[in-house]
């Protein structure tokens, strides 16, 4: 059991309060998840040549500045660094797979968590509410966000297991529920050259689709092929630069529910996540329905 909360805000003057407007909805999925939790945040896109990386480090919020002197010299000498607690966003130039090699040598209990032009993605251990106190989830601004609150059933509770899981450049997802053939997926991916970074049955998912989406399907031609695919119970929230999608399997036993109004399109697990929301007494308010595919727009 865990918890999934997504919100993307329609009306530009209002992204300013993106954070306050998400935070009562991912501390009203602490019970469904209370081990872990993650936000990945999209806001107004850097500059076309330049990329944002996500970063976790544990214990490494007195060690950041090494960081960042580090990559200012081994890089283009024009990075940009800001840190907050055991999170860091490196802004660089250099294409991707160099930083993520140079990282990952001269700094392997670094973790690379995300890489786009507009997602800033944060994932720890630990209650929701301490998580988001730490990294300052209220204070964030953007067009959208993708959270969840983690109750580990099938891997390890870390950091790394820890939801949103991502691929690529720009894309997320979280997962309520549980794959019953993430081995079988996995290895079919591997084949392609697909590399994985945990054993989490969410990370194959995130993967699967990415991959698909490569190969030039849009998002929702990926999602039709998964549900002949992706065997199990699972209710997916999907983010890509300006898309925040939701899909469930065939059965739709595990929970959603969405709330729209003029100014947002709100997604949370249980309704009480979504209670707090403004002008929430007369948003459109539905469950999505079993393998129909729902993507808005930021």
Same mark, same amino acid.
């Given at each position: 059991?865990?918890? =999934?909360?997504?919100?993307?805000?329609?009306?530009?003057?209002?992204?300013?309060?993106?954070?306050?407007?998400?935070?009562?909805?991912?501390?009203?999925?602490?019970?469904?998840?209370?081990?872990? !939790?993650?936000?990945?945040?999209?806001?107004?896109?850097?500059?076309?040549?330049?990329?944002?990386f996500?970063?976790?480090?544990?214990?490494?919020?007195?060690?950041?500045?090494e960081?960042?002197?580090?990559?200012?010299?081994?890089?283009?000498?024009?990075?940009?660094?800001? !840190?907050?607690?055991?999170?860091?966003?490196?802004?660089?130039?250099v @294409?991707?797979?160099?930083?993520?090699s140079?990282?990952r040598?001269?700094?392997p209990?670094?973790?690379?968590?995300s890489?786009?032009?507009?997602?800033?993605?944060?994932?720890?251990?630990?209650?929701?509410?301490? =998580?988001?106190?730490?990294?300052?989830?209220?204070?964030?601004?953007?067009? $959208?966000?993708?959270?969840?609150?983690?109750? !580990?059933?099938?891997?390890?509770?870390?950091?790394? $297991?820890?939801? @949103?899981?991502?691929?690529?450049?720009?894309?997320?997802?979280?997962?309520?529920?549980?794959?019953?053939?993430?081995?079988?997926?996995?290895?079919?991916?591997?084949?392609?050259?697909?590399?994985?970074?945990?054993?989490?049955?969410?990370?194959? !998912?995130?993967?699967?689709?990415?991959q698909?989406?490569?190969?030039?399907?849009?998002?929702?031609?990926?999602?039709? $092929?998964?549900?002949?695919?992706?065997?199990g119970?699972y209710t997916?929230? =999907?983010?890509?630069?300006?898309?925040?999608a939701?899909?469930r399997?065939?059965?739709?036993?595990?929970?959603?529910?969405?709330?729209?109004?003029?100014?947002?399109?709100?997604?949370?697990?249980?309704?009480?996540?979504?209670?707090?929301?403004?002008?929430?007494?007369?948003?459109?308010?539905?469950?999505?329905?079993?393998?129909?595919?729902?993507?808005?727009?930021?």
């Amino acid at each position: 059991m865990c918890g =999934i909360v997504g919100l993307l805000i329609k009306t530009p003057e209002l992204r300013h309060e993106l954070g306050r407007m998400m935070l009562p909805m991912l501390l009203g999925m602490t019970e469904r998840g209370p081990d872990s !939790a993650g936000m990945a945040v999209y806001r107004d896109p850097v500059a076309p040549g330049r990329r944002k990386f996500s970063l976790y480090g544990a214990d490494r919020s007195s060690r950041w500045p090494e960081v960042a002197a580090a990559a200012r010299q081994a890089l283009s000498g024009e990075e940009e660094f800001s !840190a907050c607690a055991n999170h860091a966003i490196l802004t660089s130039t250099v @294409p991707v797979t160099d930083v993520a090699s140079w990282l990952r040598n001269a700094f392997p209990d670094v973790h690379l968590l995300s890489v786009g032009r507009s997602i800033d993605l944060y994932k720890d251990v630990g209650s929701p509410a301490d =998580i988001a106190s730490r990294y300052e989830f209220a204070d964030f601004s953007g067009t $959208h966000v993708v959270g969840h609150t983690r109750m !580990a059933t099938e891997s390890a509770v870390t950091p790394a $297991h820890a939801h @949103p899981f991502t691929a690529g450049e720009d894309f997320c997802l979280v997962h309520n529920g549980s794959l019953s053939n993430p081995g079988s997926v996995r290895r079919r991916l591997e084949l392609d050259g697909v590399e994985f970074d945990t054993d989490n049955d969410t990370e194959g !998912a995130c993967r699967y689709l990415y991959q698909r989406m490569c190969a030039g399907e849009s998002l929702e031609t990926a999602l039709r $092929h998964a549900f002949d695919d992706l065997d199990g119970f699972y209710t997916f929230l =999907i983010g890509t630069k300006d898309e925040l999608a939701i899909v469930r399997d065939a059965f739709s036993c595990k929970p959603a529910i969405v709330a729209e109004t003029d100014d947002y399109v709100a997604v949370s697990s249980e309704y009480r996540s979504l209670a707090k929301l403004p002008g929430i007494r007369h948003a459109k308010l539905f469950e999505p329905m079993p393998e129909e595919i729902y993507v808005w727009r930021a």
